[in-house]
């Protein structure tokens, strides 16, 4: 599962980033937390335009649904993408066999069962580097009004030794592509197979995490401050809020 990121890049981090300039830039905002059920648009860089970063909704919907109704509730299931069974689910076949995308985040949020207390964490890279998620992309097209709305949804695996210390009730986490298999996500002329070998646990010790404080929980505040990132010591008897 991945439903919370810290999206806190600049635009020229991006582009430097990835080589590849934004279509919309005054439309992009950074922010430290993005959460999925909020629907935002978020940076990619996708197959077939990986010279450009676009703005992506999230909550992927497939080109063939065909009511706003069925789209406005198969988007609140496609968050994620389980990468065993891309290549056969409905919803998401089409956009693995044509439309991949890299999601770069800064970081991402995971919430850790302990007794009775679920303690959340922030994890990012242990050189502070760009993440960059396997993704899968599409365009669906509102057919009242020819509005075409481009959204996205995030692949996960099974988790890495650290993670599955972390997120220790799913034990899934997002898949996290080096460089080399950034380039190889975006080709479409690999074989399936080979695409789905990509889709693998990243080592643990390219990660660092930490336990952040409650204010990730409080849905009346302000969570895009760096506040929500900074470090937090948890006492076993502590509440949430």
């Not at 810290?6 to 005054?26: H, M, Q, S």
């Not at 689910?89 to 919430?111: A, D, M, N, Q, T």
């Not at 010591?233 to 509440?239: A, C, F, G, L, R």
Request: with cysteine; charged share 25%; proline share 5%.
């Amino acid at each position: 599962m991945c439903f919370t990121v810290n999206v806190n890049l600049i635009k020229e981090e991006l582009e430097n980033r990835y080589g590849a300039t934004f279509l919309d830039p005054d439309k992009y905002r950074p922010s430290y937390y993005y959460h999925a059920f909020g629907l935002p648009y978020m940076p990619a860089i996708c197959s077939g335009k990986t010279e450009n970063i676009q703005l992506l909704q999230w909550g992927l919907i497939p080109s063939w649904v065909n009511t706003i109704d069925k789209a406005n509730e198969i988007r609140y299931k496609t968050f994620n993408a389980r990468a065993e069974s891309i290549d056969n689910k409905p919803s998401f076949s089409v956009s693995f066999h044509s439309k991949r995308c890299l999601v770069p985040v800064k970081g991402y949020f995971e919430w850790q069962h302990s007794g009775n207390q679920k303690i959340p964490w922030y994890i990012q890279r242990a050189d502070n580097d760009i993440l960059s998620l396997a993704g899968l992309w599409n365009e669906w097209t509102e057919s009242r009004t020819g509005e075409i709305i481009s959204t996205f949804s995030i692949i996960t695996t099974d988790a890495n030794e650290l993670m599955s210390e972390i997120h220790n009730s799913k034990k899934r986490m997002p898949v996290i592509l080096d460089k080399i298999g950034e380039l190889r996500w975006l080709d479409l002329t690999l074989k399936a197979s080979e695409s789905l070998a990509i889709l693998k646990p990243c080592p643990s010790d390219i990660l660092q995490a930490h336990t952040i404080g409650p204010l990730i929980n409080d849905r009346n505040a302000d969570r895009n401050t760096p506040e929500i990132i900074k470090q937090y010591i948890w006492e076993s008897n502590e509440t949430l809020f």
